[in-house]
């Protein structure tokens, strides 16, 4: 297997659902443009950090470079400066009369305030007026200079660690007050920017159809919405210190240039044409670049799902013996994902190696050229060094920007993975006709369910339940009783038939209105960690404590309740291990009991209750049937027996329905035969 299609099985690994790994140039820039969408949320935030470059890249390009000039020239070598201003750029012609009048000891002073005032207002650091990568990272030698790498040790390497540092990055291109103040806007626009994206991305994963859902890991979805959702901060910076900064530093370049140095057009043009032999040097790499990235990520969350499921199976994986063997799945998955990572680093550490020529060859050809201009005394040695100053500008932002396109490929292949959840359709669950208070009962007429990987779960089914009544579907497993049950509450769709709400056809209803009509309480009980209290009174938010009191009492589960330290404000997020799987039911169907509900669907509400609570239990829901439609899944005997009418499914086909009684005075009927199986296997 070659490496491309060893990445192209790893990603789609991470999703089945996800197929289409590879992404055109065309399709990069869609995503591009995409992510900008989110920024319009935080226009004024983005206006100031703007407001802050522009402050900056203005007093640094137009301002610091002169005193330089006038240090070398006149302090040190004694030059007079030009009353006239000549040698000095028109917008300081101002100020130069006066300078002209100074002796050195007070032309140094000034220069001394002017550098205190600079490091009060921006600070004095080096790394002021060079080009940034896409990422922010300095550019050229700068990098270098300024301990570049050991900023980068500090933060971590692996993907998953760098992409949550980018949830809270934040940068000034400036110290001193303004930098301060720089530096807060931009944290703030950062975590703001990806807490609109998270959260989104959260609830739209909560309101995808559980065929969908079904298809997804949850590591991997998870990875996706703390780490994969981060790229767009790396967007924003490339739009702001990378494109923005770089055109400003530039346009500031080019007037001081041509205004102040026209006799060295070569500078100029070596300048700008680093940028497109950078591009030309790294272009090559940027599918790759995007394709490392993307395998990274995906190997990532592969690590995540194997924690997560790990996790959620312990007593299983405890039980079986299974500690030895998940750990070895999970060292390789780890492994798996650290040997992505270095294949990512190793492409990007060769395409930095290419850039780098460009940027170096030009600042060979500039000290070439303008030590000729020195030497043949067309530029002093002060304007040696804000020529230099200049030059470095501008080649470092067109060196950034000739990378700029590669290196926003690893922002792109985390952006992908978002995106992609994004477009996933929805539930629809808002639009339709509002449904009125249910009063007689829901009616399945000739209902077909075929699941999306062609599994046929049910045909041909035809079913009738009037609120007031209690309702048992029965049968062997997977006869499709779960499957029925998702189809009343709309979890799942008919693949044809109808199914009415009264007189109203569920398909033309609004989903909302029919779910709050609806309790269900599942097999699997689903609790959170919250206290006892909050758990029951989770569906209805108005409850009291006496009303979740009594609920509790109904399901059986007040008196273990009561003896917690706790009692209803236990937190089960630090016991749930020690409560019983009965109890945790309990309290589920505590939970069903309180909501204010026309239709009750139980799970297997009483497979882990004893016979005197199962006994307790009934009694309840007969009572709870005199102005409700409850609905139970069961194979316990003793729990059906007593319902209004029973529907025995197997294959998913009704084969037969009626009363206990009616159904067990079937001659060789199927009922009648489970029943008869059910009780000598008792």
């Known amino acids: 297997m070659t490496l491309r299609e060893s990445e192209q099985e790893l990603d789609e690994s991470a999703s089945s659902l996800d197929k289409n790994t590879d992404l055109t140039a065309r399709e990069t820039l869609q995503i591009f443009a995409r992510t900008t969408y989110f920024f319009k949320f935080f226009k004024a935030r983005i206006a100031a950090k703007l407001g802050f470059i522009t402050l900056e890249h203005t007093f640094r390009l137009l301002i610091i470079p002169w005193p330089l000039k006038i240090i070398v020239d006149h302090v040190i070598l004694g030059q007079p400066i030009p009353a006239n201003g000549s040698g000095f750029p028109g917008y300081l012609g101002f100020v130069m009369p006066y300078l002209s009048t100074l002796g050195v000891t007070e032309l140094m002073l000034w220069m001394l305030t002017l550098g205190v005032l600079m490091v009060v207002l921006f600070g004095m650091t080096p790394n002021r007026a060079t080009g940034r990568h896409a990422n922010g990272a300095y550019t050229g030698a700068a990098a270098g200079s300024l301990g570049n790498a050991t900023a980068v040790l500090a933060d971590g390497h692996d993907t998953a660690t760098r992409t949550e540092n980018a949830a809270n990055s934040a940068a000034s291109e400036m110290g001193g007050i303004f930098g301060i103040l720089d530096?807060?806007?931009?944290?703030?626009?950062?975590?703001?920017?990806?807490?609109?994206?998270?959260?989104?991305?959260?609830?739209?994963?909560?309101?995808?159809?559980?065929?969908?859902?079904?298809?997804?890991?949850?590591?991997?979805?998870?990875?996706?919405?703390?780490?994969?959702?981060?790229?767009?901060?790396?967007?924003?910076?490339?739009?702001?210190?990378?494109?923005?900064?770089?055109?400003?530093?530039?346009?500031?370049?080019?007037?001081?240039?041509?205004?102040?140095?026209?006799?060295?057009?070569?500078?100029?043009?070596?300048?700008?044409?680093?940028?497109?032999?950078?591009?030309?040097?790294?272009?090559?790499f940027a599918r790759m670049t995007r394709r490392r990235s993307q395998a990274s990520r995906a190997s990532g969350s592969n690590t995540t799902s194997n924690i997560e499921e790990g996790m959620s199976n312990v007593l299983a994986v405890q039980s079986l013996g299974g500690n030895k063997r998940e750990g070895e799945r999970f060292s390789q998955a780890s492994a798996e994902s650290f040997k992505r990572f270095r294949s990512e680093t190793l492409i990007k550490l060769i395409t930095g190696r290419f850039g780098s020529l460009a940027f170096l060859t030009g600042q060979i050809i500039f000290?070439?050229?303008?030590?000729?201009?020195?030497?043949?005394?067309?530029?002093?040695?002060?304007?040696?060094?804000?020529?230099?100053?200049?030059?470095?500008?501008?080649?470092?932002?067109?060196?950034?920007?000739?990378?700029?396109?590669?290196?926003?490929?690893?922002?792109?292949?985390?952006?992908?993975?978002v995106f992609f959840l994004l477009d996933l359709p929805t539930e629809n669950t808002s639009t339709g006709i509002e449904l009125p208070k249910i009063q007689n009962g829901i009616r399945l007429s000739n209902v077909d369910l075929t699941y999306p990987d062609g599994r046929e779960a049910l045909r041909k089914v035809n079913l009738s339940a009037k609120v007031g009544e209690i309702i048992a579907l029965v049968g062997p497993t997977g006869a499709g009783k779960t499957s029925l049950a998702y189809l009343i509450p709309r979890f799942l769709r008919p693949s044809s038939g109808e199914i009415f709400a009264d007189d109203y056809d569920l398909s033309k209803v609004k989903v909302e209105s029919l779910r709050s009509q609806t309790s269900y309480v599942f097999q699997e009980t689903q609790l959170f960690s919250?206290?006892?209290?909050?758990?029951?009174?989770?569906?209805?938010?108005?409850?009291?404590?006496?009303?979740?009191?009594?609920?509790?009492?109904?399901?059986?589960?007040?008196?273990?309740?009561?003896?917690?330290?706790?009692?209803?404000?236990?937190?089960?997020?630090?016991?749930?291990?020690?409560?019983?799987?009965?109890?945790?039911?309990?309290?589920?169907?505590?939970?069903?009991?309180?909501?204010?509900?026309?239709?009750?669907?139980?799970?297997?509400?009483?497979s882990a209750l004893d016979p005197e609570t199962e006994s307790y239990l009934i009694d309840a829901l007969h009572e709870a049937a005199k102005d409700k439609l409850v609905i139970i899944i069961a194979h316990r005997l003793s729990t059906i027996v007593h319902s209004d009418r029973i529907y025995f499914l197997e294959d998913g086909e009704i084969k037969e329905s009626g009363s206990h009684s009616q159904l067990m005075n079937l001659p060789e009927g199927q009922y009648k035969n489970y029943v008869a199986m059910q009780t000598s296997s008792g």
């Not at 304007?383 to 200049?390: A, T």
């Not at 291990?577 to 505590?590: N, P």
């Open 183 to 284: 530096f807060k806007v931009h944290l703030r626009l950062s975590q703001s920017l990806n807490h609109l994206l998270r959260t989104q991305l959260a609830q739209h994963i909560k309101a995808l159809p559980l065929e969908t859902l079904d298809d997804q890991r949850i590591g991997d979805n998870v990875y996706r919405v703390l780490y994969d959702s981060t790229s767009a901060t790396g967007i924003y910076e490339a739009m702001t210190m990378g494109i923005y900064s770089g055109i400003l530093m530039v346009a500031l370049t080019l007037y001081i240039m041509f205004t102040s140095f026209g006799n060295a057009p070569e500078v100029i043009v070596v300048g700008i044409l680093v940028g497109p032999v950078t591009f030309l040097f790294v272009v090559p």
């Open 367 to 417: 000290f070439i050229v303008m030590a000729g201009y020195v030497i043949d005394g067309t530029y002093t040695a002060g304007d040696y060094f804000v020529v230099f100053y200049y030059f470095f500008v501008l080649s470092a932002v067109f060196y950034s920007f000739g990378f700029l396109y590669t290196e926003l490929q690893s922002f792109i292949a985390g952006l992908r993975r």
């Open 530 to 606: 919250e206290s006892i209290a909050h758990n029951i009174r989770y569906g209805n938010n108005k409850a009291t404590n006496q009303e979740i009191e009594r609920a509790a009492l109904i399901a059986g589960a007040h008196d273990f309740i009561s003896k917690l330290p706790d009692g209803y404000e236990t937190n089960l997020g630090t016991v749930t291990s020690k409560l019983s799987v009965g109890q945790k039911q309990r309290i589920a169907i505590a939970r069903g009991l309180l909501r204010e509900s026309q239709i009750l669907i139980l799970d297997e509400p009483t």
